[in-house]
Each structure stands twice: as C-alpha cells, then as structure tokens.
C-alpha cells in the first residue's frame, strides 16, 4: 500500500503562487502514474495535472501556462508548482499514485486563493 502525505497548502492572494508536494511511502516501487486532483465546495473533483514514470505530463486545460506538474522519482516525491492564482483555483488539492494493484490517495491539502 501507497501512503501519500501533501504539504503546501494555504491562503494567497490572487496573481500569487504556491507549491504543493506530496510525499510517497510504503510500497512505492509499483508506482506509475501520478497526478493532482482538485475538488470545490459543491463541486465534482476534477483532475488537474498527471504525470507518468517517464515524465510526460498532461494538464488541464484551465491550468495550461499557470501550473507546472513534476516528480522525484528518487526522493518518491511529487510536486505541483502554481503561478498567477485565481480565486477560481480555491479548492482541496489531493495527490493521487496509480499502481499495478490500485490507486491510493492523499489526505488533500487547502488552497485558498482570495484577497
């Protein structure tokens, strides 16, 4: 089983940037895919950003050009770099590994984006 530990999280005002890390442990060698999910108040979670074991990367199209995905394959580590912030980017950010027998996810860490 993958244990996924966020960080990172917390208020800013918009234009303003945060990074999210999310830790991996326990049985992290069947690790492929990684990604970012976001869920808002009333709303459905959404994928943000994934990032396969070879490094190619797929975001959404409402954080093309603002939100950077990227990995530490040696250190298990995952990485969400955001830029130019919006209120509309508040919600609760979860780290998300797939393996070859299922997927584990994150407790979530808060992104407030308001002035």
């Known amino acids: 089983q993958v244990r996924l530990v966020e960080s990172g999280g917390g208020l800013v005002q918009p234009g303003g940037s945060l990074r999210l890390s999310c830790a991996a442990s326990?049985?992290?060698?069947?690790?492929?895919?990684m990604a970012w999910y976001r869920q808002a108040p009333g709303k459905q979670r959404e994928l943000v950003a994934s990032?396969?074991?070879?490094?190619?990367?797929n975001l959404a199209d409402s954080v093309k050009g603002r939100f950077t995905i990227s990995r530490d394959n040696s250190n298990h580590m995952l990485y969400l770099q955001m830029i130019s912030l919006k209120p509309e980017d508040t919600a609760v950010y979860s780290c998300?590994?797939?393996?070859?027998?299922?997927?584990?996810w994150g407790q979530g860490t808060q992104v407030t984006v308001s002035s």
């Open positions: 990032i396969t074991s070879s490094g190619n990367t």
């Open positions: 326990g049985i992290i060698f069947g690790i492929t895919t």
């Open positions: 998300y590994a797939l393996t070859n027998v299922g997927g584990s």
